[in-house]
C-alpha cells in the first residue's frame, strides 16, 4: 500500500474477433489474430506500466537477474527467440504468474517462496513464455481493444474513486496461471513450457511438479475454508483431479521427456540458495495481515478488520470483501490532511452529501463521517488524519438491506483504526525465508512450535517444502523455514 496513483487500464477483452492473418509462432499455420508484432510489442509495454502501477517490483536486484538469467535461456530455445523477454519478479504474496503479449512476464514472490528448484522455477516461466509464443493473449484481445485502448473501470465499491476490485489487473490477470486461457491453451502452455525446459537441458517433469504445488495450494485452502466457514477458492478450478493423474498432462510432459538430454538437471541448491532472505507473507512497505488486523509500521497505522471478510492488499488501498461478496470495506491513504476533516468530505465533489457530515474523534484521531449513495448503493464515508495524512475508510454494500446488515461492522473496522503501537510494530515486522538442514528426527509438527506462522504452520512449512500434506523431512535435507 502506498499513496495513491491514478489507475487507468483497459480490460483485456474475452471476445473473440478475428479480422487479420498472420501465421502462429508455435503451429506455423495460418493463424487469425488482429494485431501486427508490434502492435502486441507496443500494448505488452502498456500494459506492463500498468503492472508496474498496480504491483510493486521486489526489490532484490540479484533475484530479478537470477529469474531473468533462467528466464532468457527458456525464451532462447523458444519458438520465438526474436523478441525481448522481460521477466520481473513482484513483490506480492499471491501465488500467481503471468504474460503479457509481447514477452512481459511476471512471477510474484508469493510464488517463488512455494518452489524448490531451478528448474521448477523454469517451468513457471516456460508455460508463460508458451502464452507468448503461442499468442494466446493476443488471440483473446478483440480487434475493437487492440485498436482502441479504452478505459473501463467497474467499479464494486465507489465510482469515481478509482476503485478497481470488480476489474483491477490484479482479478484480470490473478488467476492467468492456470485459468486466464481456457483448458486447451493452458495444455498447449504447459506443453511448450515442458519443450522449453527440455531443450534448456532442465528436467520437464518439473512442469508436473510446479502444477503439483499449485494443486496443493487449493488444497491448503480448502482446509482453511472449512476453518473459517467459508467456500474455498475455486482459483486453480482447471484440474478435477491431481496434476499425477491427469493423463493429458503426462501425455505432453512425456513428449517433453523424449528430446531431454540425459543429464538435464533441476539445480535445487541454486535455486534455495538464491531465495533465502527472501520476504514470506506482506513487506514492509505493504503492511501486514494478521487475523484480519492490518498493520502498516511506515504509516503508522491499524486496522482491524470484520473475521472471515476476504482481504486483498493491493498496492494502493486494502480492500475487505464479505464472504458473500455483497459488501466491502476499503482503507486508503488519500492525500495530505488540509484543512478539518469535515471541509475534506465535502471538497470530495463527486458525491453529493447534503450536510450530513458528522465530526468525530476516533481513538484520539480527528476525522468526519457521511453516509449516502453513489449509483443508488449505500456507502459509508469516514475520513481520519493521522501524520499530516488524510486515510479513507469506504464501507458499501450491493443493496440497502445488505447495508444495514453490515451496518455494525463497517462501523467497528472503522472505529477500530488507530496508531500503531510499539507491540504492533513487532507483529507487523515481515517474515523471511531462511534454509537450514534437516537434523535426524526432526518433524515438521516441531519446527512448527518455534514457528511466527501461527496455528497453520506445520501445513505452510510442508507446502513451501512440496511435502505436503503429510511428507517428513529427510535428514540432511535442505529445508525452507521461516523467520
Ligand atoms: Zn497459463
Known amino acids: 500500500m502506498k499513496p495513491p496513483f491514478d489507475l487507468k487500464l483497459s480490460i483485456i477483452g474475452l471476445a473473440l474477433w478475428l479480422t487479420a492473418c498472420a501465421t502462429n509462432p508455435v503451429t506455423g499455420s495460418p493463424n487469425f489474430v488482429t494485431m501486427t508484432e508490434s502492435q502486441e510489442i507496443g500494448l505488452g509495454r502498456q500494459y506492463d506500466a500498468e503492472v508496474r502501477k ?10 530479478q537477474e537470477y529469474v531473468n538469467q533462467v528466464g532468457q535461456k527458456l525464451a532462447h530455445n523458444s519458438h520465438r527467440p526474436n523478441i525481448s523477454y522481460h521477466f520481473t519478479v513482484l513483490d506480492s504474496t499471491e501465488v ?17 517462496t512455494y518452489l524448490n528448484s531451478e528448474a521448477e522455477l523454469g517451468a513457471v516461466l516456460g508455460h508463460e513464455t508458451g502464452h507468448v509464443t503461442a499468442r494466446h493473449s493476443v488471440q483473446q484481445i478483440s480487434a475493437a481493444t487492440a485498436t ?12 469515481g474513486m478509482n476503485t478497481a476490485a470488480g476489474s483491477s489487473l490484479t482479478n484480470l490477470l490473478g488467476n492467468a496461471l492456470l485459468s486466464g486461457y481456457g483448458r486447451e491453451h493452458e495444455l498447449q502452455a504447459d506443453h511448450l513450457g515442458a519443450e522449453y525446459l527440455a531443450r534448456t537441458g532442465y528436467d520437464p517433469q518439473a512442469m508436473v511438479q510446479v502444477l503439483i504445488v499449485l494443486k496443493n495450494q487449493e488444497l491448503f485452502d480448502a482446509e482453511i475454508a472449512k476453518q473459517e466457514g467459508r467456500e474455498p477458492r475455486a482459483y486453480h478450478g482447471l484440474f478435477a483431479t491431481h496434476p499425477d493423474n491427469d493423463t493429458r ?9 523424449s528430446i531431454a538430454r540425459p543429464n538435464s538437471v533441476e539445480n535445487r541448491e541454486a535455486f534455495l540458495q538464491h531465495i533465502k532472505g527472501i520476504t514470506f507473507g506482506e513487506s514492509a512497505d505493504q503492511g501486514t495481515i494478521r487475523k484480519g488486523k492490518f498493520y502498516h509500521s511506515e504509516l503508522g497505522l491499524t486496522l482491524q478488520f470484520p473475521e472471515g471478510w476476504h482481504i486483498h492488499n493491493l498496492a494502493d ?6 464472504p458473500t461478496n455483497d459488501a466491502g470495506i476499503e482503507l486508503r491513504v488519500a492525500n495530505k490532511a488540509t484543512g478539518s476533516p469535515e471541509d475534506y468530505l465535502r471538497k470530495m465533489k463527486w458525491f453529493s452529501f447534503g450536510e450530513n457530515i458528522e465530526s468525530l474523534s476516533i481513538n484520539g484521531l480527528p476525522a468526519a463521517t457521511t ?3 453513489s449509483q443508488g448503493k449505500p456507502v459509508k464515508i469516514t475520513v ?37 503501537t510499539d507491540a504492533e510494530r513487532k507483529l507487523a515486522k515481515p517474515l523471511m525465508i531462511r534454509i537450514i538442514t534437516a537434523k535426524q528426527g526432526v518433524t515438521y509438527a516441531e519446527l512448527a512450535r518455534s514457528s511466527p506462522l501461527g496455528k497453520n504452520a506445520e501445513s505452510y512449512l510442508r507446502l513451501i517444502n512440496a511435502q505436503y500434506p503429510s511428507g517428513e523431512p529427510a535428514q540432511g535435507q535442505e529445508l525452507k523455514i521461516v523467520e
Open 371 to 373: 453516509e449516502t449513495t
Open 54 to 63: 498496480q504491483y510493486h517490483v521486489y526489490d532484490s536486484p540479484e533475484l
Open 148 to 159: 482502441n485502448i479504452v478505459v473501463q473501470i467497474t467499479s464494486v465499491f465507489v465510482p
Open 249 to 257: 498432462l503426462k501425455q505432453v510432459v512425456g513428449e517433453a521427456q
Open 96 to 112: 500467481n504468474a503471468f504474460a503479457l503479449p509481447g514477452g512481459y512476464i511476471y512471477i510474484t514472490r508469493g510464488l517463488i
Open 317 to 322: 488501498r486494502v480492500q475487505a470483501q464479505s
Open 384 to 420: 481520519i488524519y493521522l501524520n499530516n495524512k488524510a486515510f479513507l475508510i469506504v464501507g458499501s454494500a450491493a443493496s440497502r438491506a445488505v447495508f444495514d446488515r453490515y451496518h455494525d461492522n463497517i462501523n467497528a473496522t472503522t472505529t477500530s483504526f488507530h496508531p500503531i
